[in-house]
């Protein structure tokens, strides 16, 4: 009898009420765990959506950067190449890549023998127009374009402003054609936009443009960055200004 008695205290189990706690605890634990992975999750897309953003700035300001300081160029003096436009969304300059001294080559043409050896049979568009545009055709103009017509070179670009600082220290919006051979440097400024919303961030910020104005946010879910950068026109210097 007492054996019998020891057998079923050795085969008794769990109580209800201890498998009910065992549960809850289980529950709580997976909750936390969830909630800790959707947090790092978001973070985790949030930095990416930032790091795009600002890789594309940077590229994008490195290009403009880097050509915006042939502007002019002219080392033949044929008078085929200077700054055609100046306003505060569109810069279009021509600059003699291939050292011709002829009028701005159309695309698909390549420089000639009597170009730098490194850019001899190159195709130059020696005409730079930098500018938004739609080149993807979804109503918005988001793209930043280098040429007329041309493809996008940096997507996601919601904003740009161009200042120009004039030979006298002045700073304009929009350049008089009687004074584009004045202009000594460009303000650029661009706001890029992340590709797409984060539902959890409302953008209330507001960004300085360059001309001393500014965009806003605008209460949306865009995350956004800007970048800000003054571009010395070392080949506009040599001109002699008529001001």
Same mark, same amino acid.
């Given at each position: 009898?007492? #054996?019998?008695?020891?057998?079923?205290?050795?085969?008794?189990?769990?109580?209800?009420?201890?498998?009910?706690?065992?549960?809850?605890?289980?529950?709580?634990?997976?909750?936390?765990?969830?909630?800790?992975?959707?947090v790092q999750?978001?973070?985790?897309?949030?930095?990416?959506?930032?790091?795009?953003?600002?890789?594309?700035?940077?590229?994008?300001?490195?290009?403009?950067?880097?050509?915006?300081?042939?502007?002019?160029?002219?080392?033949?003096?044929?008078?085929e190449y200077?700054?055609?436009?100046?306003?505060?969304?569109?810069?279009?300059?021509?600059?003699?890549?291939?050292?011709?001294?002829?009028?701005?080559?159309?695309?698909?043409?390549?420089?000639?023998?009597?170009?730098?050896?490194?850019? %001899?049979?190159?195709?130059?568009?020696?005409?730079?127009?930098?500018?938004?545009?739609?080149?993807?055709?979804?109503?918005?103009?988001?793209?930043?374009?280098?040429?007329?017509?041309?493809?996008?070179?940096?997507?996601?670009?919601?904003?740009?402003?161009?200042?120009?600082?004039?030979?006298?220290?002045?700073?304009?919006?929009?350049?008089?054609?009687?004074?584009?051979?004045?202009?000594?440097?460009?303000?650029?400024? %661009?706001?890029?936009?992340?590709?797409?919303?984060?539902?959890?961030?409302?953008?209330?910020?507001?960004?300085?443009?360059?001309?001393?104005?500014?965009?806003?946010?605008?209460?949306? #879910?865009?995350?956004?960055?800007?970048?800000?950068?003054?571009?010395?026109?070392?080949?506009?210097?040599?001109?002699?200004?008529?001001?």
């Amino acid at each position: 009898m007492i #054996n019998k008695r020891k057998n079923r205290c050795n085969q008794a189990g769990f109580t209800l009420v201890e498998l009910m706690v065992t549960v809850v605890l289980a529950f709580i634990v997976t909750a936390a765990f969830v909630a800790s992975s959707v947090v790092q999750q978001r973070a985790q897309t949030a930095q990416s959506q930032v790091t795009v953003m600002q890789q594309n700035l940077r590229a994008a300001m490195e290009m403009m950067s880097s050509e915006f300081k042939m502007a002019a160029y002219d080392l033949k003096n044929s008078d085929e190449y200077n700054i055609v436009t100046a306003t505060n969304t569109m810069f279009h300059f021509d600059a003699d890549l291939c050292e011709d001294g002829e009028e701005p080559n159309a695309p698909g043409v390549a420089c000639g023998p009597e170009s730098p050896p490194l850019y %001899i049979g190159e195709d130059f568009i020696e005409s730079y127009q930098y500018q938004l545009a739609d080149t993807d055709g979804d109503g918005l103009a988001m793209e930043l374009q280098r040429t007329a017509g041309g493809p996008a070179v940096a997507e996601n670009i919601e904003e740009i402003d161009f200042v120009y600082i004039l030979a006298n220290g002045n700073r304009v919006l929009d350049v008089p054609g009687g004074q584009l051979a004045n202009v000594r440097a460009v303000q650029v400024t %661009i706001l890029a936009r992340a590709e797409n919303p984060d539902f959890n961030y409302t953008n209330n910020e507001f960004y300085d443009r360059g001309s001393g104005l500014q965009w806003q946010g605008g209460g949306d #879910n865009f995350r956004r960055r800007l970048l800000s950068k003054t571009i010395e026109l070392r080949n506009m210097a040599m001109t002699s200004p008529g001001i």
